[in-house]
């Protein structure tokens, strides 16, 4: 038997990654693997920005 185990590992601090968050910016799509504290914090910088912007379709 062949047991394959794919690990996510987040990309600011090596930690194990519990989500990858997609986002564009200036034009330019992007991912990232992040823990849910770095996620967090991500979404809360973000979050300022993304209530006064306008989403595109």
Do not use: P, Q, W
Request: charged letters at 40%.
């Amino acid at each position: 038997m062949i047991k394959t185990v794919v690990r996510y590992v987040d990309d600011l601090d090596g930690t194990e990654a519990s989500e990858r968050v997609r986002f564009s910016f200036d034009g330019v799509a992007y991912e990232i693997d992040l823990d849910e504290d770095n996620s967090d914090e991500l979404h809360e910088l973000v979050a300022r920005y993304l209530s006064a912007a306008r989403r595109r379709r």
